[in-house]
């Protein structure tokens, strides 16, 4: 079955500072994405990032970049100069080419500290 | 992205009553999903909302307990029927365009308390 898996239900960082969350996720699959979705207190879904695994460049987006470790099947996502605005929950999510559903990590939840 | 809209955002219903959730997308999309996220939890999918046809519901979710209507390419309602506390759940709709590339774009999400 595929499951993805985040170790680490509770991370804090201080402003301005850098924050690593980890995923890691089990599929006999080749090719399919990889996700990082922030969902604040106001509880709507905000896509952070994707990965296709095809690509071996690791995507970034501003302050917001993953390390891709294909054969780890590991999806960590860095977080530079950290902000107060960062905090939130954040999910890694899978889908497999030949579906559309996602699957869904248990979350992080980050705090940003002033 | 897709610009997408949840009615009610919240709602405190009784036991064994039912509740109906709207999404509304700006455009017209390929897929609309339906997820449930208990309390503390990470979301599961229930279903994929078919326009046209009845949807595909995932393990464990049937269609007496959420049907589900796709009347057209921008609309999709889910019913929570015989509301029971245990459905006390964010419930939130999730939009794939084609066109957009694979990534899926999720609507506020709907706060339902059932006393």
């Known amino acids: 079955a595929q499951t993805v898996t985040q170790s680490q239900p509770e991370m804090s960082v201080q402003e301005a500072e850098t924050v690593t969350l980890s995923c890691t996720y089990d599929t006999s699959e080749s090719d399919y994405y990889l996700f990082w979705y922030k969902q604040p207190p106001s509880r709507q879904m905000i896509l952070v990032i994707r990965?296709?695994?095809?690509?071996?460049q690791n995507a970034t987006e501003n302050r917001f970049s993953v390390n891709f470790q294909k054969a780890a099947k590991s999806f960590s996502l860095k977080i530079s100069d950290s902000q107060l605005g960062d905090a939130a929950m954040y999910f890694c999510?899978?889908?497999?080419?030949?579906?559309?559903?996602?699957?869904f990590g248990t979350g992080t939840r980050l705090q940003v500290f002033p | 992205s897709a610009v997408i809209s949840q009615k009610p955002s919240r709602d405190i219903c009784q036991r064994g009553t039912s509740l109906t959730i709207q999404c509304q997308v700006d455009?017209?999309?390929?897929?609309m999903f339906w997820y449930r996220q208990q309390p503390g939890q990470s979301l599961t999918l229930i279903a994929t909302?078919?326009?046209?046809?009845?949807?595909?519901?995932e393990s464990g979710f049937v269609i007496d307990k959420f049907p589900i209507s796709r009347p057209n390419l921008t609309f999709s309602t889910l019913t929570v029927s015989n509301m029971s506390p245990e459905d006390s759940s964010i419930y939130l709709c999730?939009?794939?365009?084609?066109?957009?590339?694979?990534?899926?774009?999720f609507g506020p999400g709907t706060r339902l308390l059932v006393l």
């Open positions: 909302a078919n326009q046209g046809s009845e949807a595909t519901y």
């Open positions: 990965q296709e695994a095809y690509k071996q």
């Open positions: 999510a899978y889908r497999p080419l030949n579906t559309d559903k996602l699957i």
């Open positions: 455009s017209q999309v390929t897929m």
């Open positions: 999730s939009v794939l365009r084609a066109l957009a590339g694979e990534t899926q774009y």
